[in-house]
């Protein structure tokens, strides 16, 4: 399959140095603009929403996938047993619509909604709304869902929802590629962003004590047609196909390799809207794929089609500081 442009773009950010130096005065640039638009918010001249509820931002200061998804699926079950009535917002990536708030359903489309919402819908069963502009998205899950506190999955840039709490998450075997802004690396925002933030989380290993780290796991496989469960250790027996449209796809390989099995990989750009053609192999192997990737496949599914579920396991302790840091008063 031919590279896509986002593909030949981390190529680039994450192992050719020579042309990431290249372009590193438009990185500059980029920095730049971005610290004037945080001052411009700062100083009013942009305007941001405060909700009558606390907001936990989880976001990346990197382009593509780091872990986030996950990790609000684990604070929203978590908020859940506390007590609170979490709601979640979210872009709605890839999604065919304008920018009016959505309510998210069990049975919407990927198309409408965005796999993530669906999927975090799916695996929380709490009010999820999608929007590009959050506070509109927010609005909803107040009005119509009853919430109580308001998680945004991404958003770390969209200044103009203000926020109690902020978590970055980092991919910890990426991290930030050669340190550039865009268009010459992966940054969103300078590394020194992570200062401001509440909390880091780390999907891997972290490098500093004073972050957190985080694990994905999952062993068990699911058939999309049937339903039916196996563990995931179970295909090491047999060649199969592994595929993935997610911002890191070689994390999901790398998981199904440690669990043993011999996989002929296949990646797709991030949020790919899968078709039947796109997976007729016509070999009959076995098919494993994220279940991000699930929801976009369920309607020409087969036999042959598996998912992998996984769930964020954060170390322990970040719980008791996330609900003490929630109980605070704030005033970002």
């Excluded at 979640?88 to 069990?106: K, L």
């Excluded at 669906?118 to 107040?142: E, F, N, W, Y």
């Amino acid at each position: 399959m031919k590279k896509t442009l986002s593909r030949l773009a981390q190529d680039i950010w994450y192992h050719d140095a020579f042309i990431g130096l290249c372009l590193m005065p438009l990185g500059f640039l980029f920095a730049d603009i971005v610290r004037f638009r945080r001052f411009l918010y700062r100083m009013g001249v942009l305007k941001s929403r405060k909700l009558p509820v606390p907001v936990i931002i989880v976001g990346n200061i990197t382009v593509g996938g780091t872990g986030k998804t996950p990790l609000v699926i684990w604070l929203a079950n978590l908020l859940h047993q506390q007590g609170y009535k979490p709601g979640i917002v979210s872009r709605g990536y890839g999604r065919q619509a304008d920018d009016e708030p959505v309510m998210v359903s069990a049975d919407s489309l990927p198309a409408q909604v965005g796999d993530e919402a669906l999927l975090i819908k799916r695996q929380t069963g709490c009010p999820v709304a999608v929007s590009p502009i959050r506070a509109a998205a927010a609005d909803c899950l107040l009005k119509i869902g009853g919430c109580d506190i308001i998680i945004a999955d991404d958003g770390l840039q969209h200044y103009a929802l203000q926020r109690d709490i902020e978590i970055i998450v980092i991919d910890g075997e990426r991290r930030f590629g050669n340190g550039y802004c865009l268009p010459a690396g992966p940054l969103r925002e300078p590394p020194s962003r992570l200062l401001e933030a509440d909390f880091v989380m780390v999907n891997g290993e972290k490098t500093e004590p004073e972050q957190f780290a985080m694990s994905l796991q999952g062993d068990i496989a699911i058939n999309l047609a049937t339903a039916e469960q196996k563990p995931l250790a179970s295909f090491a027996d047999s060649d199969c196909h592994a595929i993935a449209g997610i911002g890191n796809p070689a994390r999901f390989f790398n998981l199904l390799g440690k669990a043993g099995l011999n996989c002929t990989t296949l990646s797709f750009p991030d949020h790919h809207p899968f078709l039947a053609q796109d997976l007729a192999f016509k070999d009959g192997k076995p098919v494993l794929m994220t279940e991000k990737d699930a929801v976009k496949c369920a309607a020409f599914a087969t036999d042959l089609f598996w998912y992998v579920p996984v769930s964020a396991q954060p170390e322990s302790g970040f719980a008791e500081q996330l609900l003490t840091r929630l109980r605070e008063p704030h005033d970002r």
